[in-house]
């Protein structure tokens, strides 16, 4: 099941299941009145849905059957012409890891190693990744799952406009996927992750790639790298984990202004979602609707961002995300608000 938060005809947020080829949105709340002639709670939002577990998706099922064959006035709408939110608006966390090892040996590369990164490339040739030197260098990184924790009220939903930073030069997309937690759990093992995981849906990890390089070098970060409005786009919807039995066999690619710029596969993630659940929940708690990012997808069949590239964004370019079997993530750059200079000799107050 497709899961998604859209903007109802009453102009508030409601949660909907896609159907009919995903041309149709059928309103969960509003089916339900329909059906039963009641509400319920676990309908009132993606996040109540997801602690109400495994009943409340049976529920969906049947509403979307429901609404599919009855189309009763009021529980369904065009997905052509329905504005869609972030499925989860206001994330419970968001952690960010660094799954695909590709991704980091390139950026070491680009950003650290400059004219020596083909000579590192030809040392990892006669020795292999781990003896050179960007694989020396993030020899750390392949002990355990990295991740940072990211802004969680600067999520944005497929169609939204991304307002890029006035203080970058250097705008980036990130090719990358994520889940959200459905079921809670501690110390959680990693034979059992997978049941923690409600869904899968695309994440494109917008970053002022200048700044972010300039404060890691203090050796903590990113903060406004990645901190700033609408810079974490997810969407467009959230597909129910059942849907998808094999998750690390789907295609990734990214578009700019319909230009292929990335290629990718889930299936080059070296640490999988599972592993990354099992660290993090290391004596500390996962609840439903914590998100958790892929980082960017890099490997055999491409770079999955612009650092890579050497290719930056600028405004009006209009970035798609697409994953196998979940769909499109769409959005455009718009340019940072301009700020008017005061005029000459105007008083101050």
């Not at 937690?181 to 990693?190: E, F, S, T, V, Y």
């Not at 917008?206 to 786009?233: C, H, I, W, Y």
Request: net charge positive.
């Amino acid at each position: 099941m497709k899961l998604a938060t859209v903007i109802g005809p009453d102009g508030l947020p409601q949660i909907g299941a896609l159907f009919g080829g995903d041309k149709s949105v059928a309103l969960l709340q509003a089916g339900l009145v329909a059906l039963e002639g009641a509400p319920a709670p676990h309908f009132a939002s993606m996040l109540a849905f997801l602690k109400a577990g495994a009943e409340a998706q049976y529920k969906a099922y049947v509403v979307q059957d429901f609404v599919a064959s009855k189309a009763p006035e009021g529980t369904m709408m065009p997905a052509a012409s329905t504005t869609f939110l972030s499925p989860l608006p206001v994330p419970e966390s968001i952690r960010d890891a660094m799954a695909f090892e590709e991704h980091i040996i390139n950026s070491i590369r680009t950003a650290g190693l400059g004219p020596f990164a083909r000579l590192d490339e030809t040392i990892e040739k006669w020795f292999g990744r781990r003896r050179s030197i960007a694989g020396l260098a993030n020899r750390e990184w392949y002990k355990r799952p990295i991740y940072y924790k990211g802004n969680r009220f600067s999520v944005v939903g497929n169609g939204a406009v991304i307002r890029m930073p006035a203080y970058t030069k250097q705008f980036d997309y990130e090719l990358e996927w994520g889940v959200v937690i459905g079921k809670g759990g501690r110390d959680i093992p990693l034979a059992s992750a997978r049941d923690h995981i409600a869904g899968y849906t695309i994440f494109n990890d917008f970053t002022a790639r200048d700044v972010q390089m300039s404060e890691m070098k203090g050796r903590l970060g990113p903060a406004k790298g990645k901190d700033f409005d609408t810079g974490n786009a997810i969407g467009p919807w959230l597909v129910t984990a059942d849907e998808i039995p094999d998750p690390y066999n789907l295609t990734m690619t990214a578009r700019v202004n319909g230009e292929e710029w990335s290629r990718g596969s889930t299936g080059d993630m070296y640490w999988t979602f599972e592993k990354i659940i099992s660290y993090i929940s290391r004596s500390e708690t996962l609840y439903p609707g914590e998100f958790i990012g892929s980082g960017t997808c890099s490997g055999r069949l491409g770079k999955g961002s612009g650092l890579e590239l050497g290719r930056t964004l600028k405004a009006g370019d209009v970035v798609e995300l697409e994953v196998e079997r979940i769909g499109i993530l769409q959005n455009r750059i718009a340019p940072p608000p301009t700020t008017r200079a005061p005029r000459r000799g105007a008083r101050k107050r």
